[in-house]
């Protein structure tokens, strides 16, 4: 079985623990054990249900722990009566779980970051990318969570804004790397819109949508990172596209404006452009300075000085630029792409080379790094 496949029980073994009376940082653990096993054991011996291997296995780890703990026999008592083997159930507990570690004793930053590591399956890293905080902070962040909900029994769940923070960074992680992961989130996110009528799930499923369909027009077949305005058009998902621009229209006509609504009608807008040049960026424009509003956010302002270029010409947008703070992932990439519209590309391969030195991930390095490789060799001729 793959690392992909083996991922994907993941959230579903630690549910069926939690249900059982395990507290979530010692199931957590004993999931994790298990999966250790899992690839040790199963490449010469594949079970026929391996969700209920990895539970059986998780569960006899999980009490050995428990028994090993003596100043736990209460909890001991409770979880000694171990169910007979079988199939585990085949509910799809994903989503409850993703409810209950956005428990109210959690800060809203903190039940974040716990659902992505242990129900998302993001490494810290990734969390920590996505917060724009150094790993080793990230790292304390989590395990405090893992303490405070520690003997805490999960029955209460947590905020509908949490679930859809978690939803979007998973989505985020998936579009920009894992397929399985972006894919998962968008089931997520349309088992809750079917069981809750709330626009702000309908707007993160529209946003899920309308970014999904793009996917194929990506990449390159050598792997390269191909820019927005040089995508093949034709290569986009219509159907996908469709069916976000009408949830999102119908979560707009409610008025209650989000910054997950204003972000899709972003998305939207890209979409409904038959080429890059008939771009309705003035209106963008408009839509960033929504989402600014909602959520003052600086990679939100970063991406409106992208479209501020693009609508009043390179000079604004780099005028726009230079009122945010340089430390900004992506910032530099942003100025040599302005600086390059405005004429400069001295100056311009200079930022890209710069950018690529900083990028966090290798197709986008690759990418900045031939942008700056370009213009250097125009230069040369």
Not at 23 to 40: H, I, S
Not at 160 to 187: C, K
Not at 267 to 296: C, F, G, K, N, S
């Amino acid at each position: 079985m793959d690392e992909a496949r083996l991922r994907s029980l993941t959230p579903g073994v630690l549910a069926v623990l939690v249900r059982r009376g395990a507290d979530f940082a010692a199931a957590e653990d004993a999931v994790q054990d298990a999966l250790v096993e899992a690839v040790r054991v199963w490449p010469d011996d594949p079970p026929r249900d391996p969700k209920g291997w990895l539970v059986t296995v998780a569960w006899r780890r999980f009490l050995d722990a428990a028994r090993a703990d003596t100043t736990r026999r209460r909890r001991e008592e409770r979880v000694d009566r171990e169910p007979p083997p079988g199939p585990a159930p085949g509910a799809d507990d994903t989503l409850w779980l993703y409810f209950l570690c956005a428990h109210p004793a959690l800060t809203p930053s903190s039940a974040v970051a716990l659902t992505l590591r242990a129900v998302g399956g993001l490494t810290t890293r990734q969390i920590a990318g996505a917060y724009l905080v150094p790993e080793a902070t990230m790292a304390q962040r989590i395990s405090r969570a893992k303490r405070t909900v520690s003997g805490v029994r999960l029955d209460r769940p947590g905020d509908v804004s949490t679930v859809l923070r978690v939803l979007y960074l998973v989505f985020n992680e998936g579009y920009s790397g894992d397929l399985d992961l972006a894919a998962e989130a968008i089931r997520l996110t349309r088992q809750l819109a079917d069981a809750i009528d709330h626009p702000e799930v309908a707007g993160l499923l529209a946003l899920m949508l309308l970014h999904h369909a793009r996917r194929a027009a990506r990449t390159a077949p050598d792997g390269s990172l191909v820019p927005l305005a040089e995508q093949d058009r034709r290569r986009w998902d219509t159907r996908a596209i469709a069916e976000g621009v009408r949830i999102l229209q119908t979560a707009l006509a409610r008025d209650r404006l989000g910054e997950y609504q204003a972000q899709a009608a972003i998305a939207a807008l890209h979409a409904d452009a038959p080429t890059a040049a008939e771009t309705d960026w003035v209106q963008i424009v408009e839509w960033y300075d929504e989402l600014a509003r909602l959520t003052d956010s600086p990679v939100v302002r970063l991406n409106r000085a992208v479209a501020v270029g693009e609508a009043d010409g390179p000079r604004a947008g780099l005028t726009a630029l230079a009122a945010l703070d340089e430390s900004l992932p992506r910032h530099t990439a942003v100025a040599a792409y302005l600086h390059e519209r405005d004429g400069d590309p001295p100056t311009a391969a200079r930022l890209y080379a710069e950018a690529a030195r900083k990028a966090s991930n290798l197709a986008e390095r690759d990418h900045l790094t031939r942008q700056a490789a370009r213009l250097n060799a125009q230069r040369d001729r």
